[in-house]
T-cell receptor, first 115, second 113 residues
Framework: AQKVTQAQTEISVVEKEDVTLDCVYE???????LFWYKQPPSGELVFLIR??????QNEISGRYSWNFQKSTSSFNFTITASQVVDSAVYFC????????????FGKGTTLSVSS | EPEVTQTPSHQVTQMGQEVILRCVPI?????FYWYRQILGQKVEFLVS????????KSEIFDDQFSVERPDGSNFTLKIRSTKLEDSAMYFC???????????FGQGTRLTVV
C-alpha cells in the first residue's frame, strides 16, 4: 500500500525566512511519481511540481526548490525568502505507475507567513 | 489556459436529497477523477474514470455514489441520498496521460443540512 506522511501540521514563519516542508512516502513500486500541490485560502489546488522515481535531481524554480532522496523516501520542499502570499496548505502526493492511478495525498502542512 | 471547471461552486442540500456535481474536464484529457476534502482534512480519492468506465474507486465510493460522462464533455458525480458526513469540498480533476500532473477544478463545496 502507498502512503504519504507530512509530519508538520502547521508552520509559522516571518517573511524572508526560509522554510522546508517535509514529505515522506511509502510504496513498494519501483516506478512512481511524486507531486506537490498548493492550496491557498481560496481553496483551489495548484500544481507545483511532478517528479518521477528515476529522477533524483533536485529542482529549483524561483524561490522554490525540491529535494528528492530515494534513500530516505523523502521529497522535501523548500521556500526561500518566504512571502505572505506563500501562506497556504501544501500537499505532497504520490501516484504509482499504473494507468489512470489516483493521487494519494498527505495530510498537508499549513504554512503561515507573517509580515 | 485550459482549465477544469466545476459547477456549482457551493451547494446546500437537505439530508436524504440527491445531488449532482458537474465538471467539465480539459478537452483533450483522457482520465477523470473525483476527490473530496472534508474541511481541514486531506484530499481523498473517490473514483477515476477512463474510456467511459470506472477504472478505480476507493472505499468511500459506495453505492450511494455514481459517475457518468453523458455527453463527452461533462463529467458528473451523483450522490443519491446525501448524509451529513458527505459535507465536503469535492474536486474534479483530469489528466492528459497517465501519471502526468492532475489539473483540478475550483471545487464544489457541498453542505448537507
Amino acid at each position: 500500500a502507498q502512503k504519504v506522511t507530512q509530519a508538520q501540521t502547521e508552520i509559522s514563519v516571518v517573511e524572508k525566512e526560509d522554510v522546508t516542508l517535509d514529505c515522506v512516502y511509502e510504496t513498494r513500486d519501483t516506478t512512481y511519481y511524486l507531486f506537490w500541490y498548493k492550496q491557498p485560502p481560496s481553496g483551489e489546488l495548484v500544481f507545483l511540481i511532478r517528479r518521477n522515481s528515476f529522477d533524483e535531481q533536485n529542482e529549483i524554480s524561483g524561490r522554490y526548490s525540491w529535494n528528492f532522496q530515494k534513500s530516505t523516501s523523502s521529497f522535501n520542499f523548500t521556500i526561500t525568502a518566504s512571502q505572505v502570499v506563500d501562506s497556504a496548505v501544501y500537499f505532497c502526493a504520490l501516484s504509482v505507475n499504473q494507468a489512470g492511478t489516483a493521487l494519494i495525498f498527505g495530510k498537508g502542512t499549513t504554512l503561515s507567513v507573517s509580515s | 489556459e485550459p482549465e477544469v471547471t466545476q459547477t456549482p461552486s457551493h451547494q446546500v442540500t437537505q439530508m436524504g436529497q440527491e445531488v449532482i456535481l458537474r465538471c467539465v474536464p480539459i478537452s483533450n484529457h483522457l482520465y477523470f477523477y473525483w476527490y473530496r476534502q472534508i474541511l481541514g482534512q486531506k484530499v481523498e480519492f473517490l473514483v477515476s474514470f477512463y474510456n467511459n468506465e470506472i477504472s478505480e474507486k476507493s472505499e468511500i465510493f459506495d453505492d450511494q455514489f455514481s459517475v457518468e460522462r453523458p455527453d463527452g464533455s461533462n463529467f458528473t458525480l451523483k450522490i443519491r441520498s446525501t448524509k451529513l458526513e458527505d459535507s465536503a469540498m469535492y474536486f474534479c480533476a483530469s489528466i492528459a496521460q497517465t501519471n502526468t500532473e492532475a489539473f483540478f477544478g475550483q471545487g464544489t463545496r457541498l453542505t448537507v443540512v
